[in-house]
């Protein structure tokens, strides 16, 4: 049974590390209804932008592009290779590396993939401006900020 009084604040509910896991479970979940269509997973999706904005790239440098190790990020171009999306190549030049491209209908989900954040950002309720401004917040606290 829960004593709390119901207008105080748990220690948990304080936590920044709590809001942003709530926010970061939210902003999954409300990506699947337009992803599912595509047929792509959260990560897929954001691999196959990091693609579209650059392809090819090398499995290093898509995993670099979005945080990822190559043993996460390889196992999933192989499932993306699986659906026809990507071709995975070794790089003439370096055949240590290989290469991640998309295929033809890779690059036929181009509108699809890039007009999904448009629609989270409408579900959420945000202007672009707040958008904008809450991106930057975030990736300040995760380092990535550029100045």
């Given at each position: 049974?829960?004593?709390?009084p119901?207008?105080?604040?748990?220690?948990?509910?304080?936590?920044?590390?709590?809001?942003?896991?709530g926010?970061?479970?939210?902003?999954?979940?409300?990506?699947?209804?337009f992803?599912?269509?595509?047929?792509?997973t959260?990560?897929q999706?954001?691999?196959m932008?990091?693609?579209?904005?650059?392809?090819p790239?090398?499995?290093?440098?898509?995993g670099a592009?979005?945080?990822?190790?190559?043993g996460?990020?390889?196992?999933?171009?192989k499932?993306?290779?699986?659906?026809?999306l990507v071709t995975?190549?070794?790089d003439?030049?370096?055949?240590?590396?290989?290469?991640v491209?998309?295929t033809?209908e890779?690059?036929?989900?181009?509108?699809?993939?890039?007009?999904v954040?448009?629609?989270?950002?409408?579900?959420c309720?945000l202007?672009?401006?707040?958008?904008?401004e809450?991106?930057?917040?975030?990736?300040?606290l995760a380092?990535?900020?550029?100045?």
């Open positions: 049974m829960n004593d709390r119901s207008n105080t604040r748990g220690e948990v509910d304080k936590q920044l590390s709590f809001a942003l896991y926010a970061a479970t939210r902003m999954a979940r409300m990506h699947k209804p992803l599912e269509p595509l047929g792509l959260f990560p999706y954001l691999a932008l990091e693609l579209l904005d650059g392809a790239l090398s499995v290093g440098a898509l592009g979005l945080g990822m190790d190559t996460t990020i390889t196992p999933m171009v499932r993306l290779q699986a659906s026809g995975r190549t070794r003439t030049a370096d055949e240590r590396r290989v290469l491209d998309l033809p890779g690059r036929a989900l181009d509108a699809d993939i890039r007009g954040a448009g629609k989270i950002t409408s579900a309720r202007t672009d401006a707040d958008a904008d809450l991106r930057r917040a975030l990736e300040t380092g990535g900020a550029t100045g």
